[in-house]
């Protein structure tokens, strides 16, 4: 049974960081691209930023482009994301989630398979 629990959010003040993680069970981790996307209360869920391991490939959405950061430990078969300089427009709600596909990552969620049940970041002004 393939399972991605996420962990590591809260609450911040603006300028600020946060670091999420993703563990993740019942698949390979080098075989499938995995993204980190979020959500904010009255909007769509937004690609954030997403990696295939295997092709070494990264997207960031242009709005986290230079402030955060993705990465993966593949021997503990988990993703990480390093957020930075927060905003308060970064609130939202954060899953990861694997697209069975390890070739180029996308940020479009109808790609990926399955989902962790999110970690709600709040950053404050």
């Known amino acids: 049974e393939v399972q991605l629990v996420e962990s590591g959010g809260g609450l911040v003040q603006a300028g600020g960081s946060l670091r999420l993680s993703c563990a993740t069970s019942g698949f390979t981790f080098d075989d499938y691209a995995i993204g980190w996307f979020r959500q904010a209360p009255g909007k769509e869920r937004e690609g954030v930023s997403c990696i295939s391991s295997r092709i070494g490939s990264t997207y960031y959405a242009d709005s986290v482009k230079g402030r955060f950061t993705i990465s993966s430990d593949n021997a503990k078969n988990t993703l990480y994301l390093q957020m930075d300089t927060l905003k308060p427009a970064d609130t939202a709600v954060y899953f990861c989630?694997?697209?069975?596909?390890?070739?180029?990552?996308?940020?479009?969620?109808?790609?990926?398979?399955?989902w962790g049940q999110g970690t709600q970041v709040t950053v404050s002004s």
């Open positions: 989630a694997a697209d069975e596909s390890w070739g180029v990552p996308t940020p479009y969620e109808y790609e990926y398979d399955y």
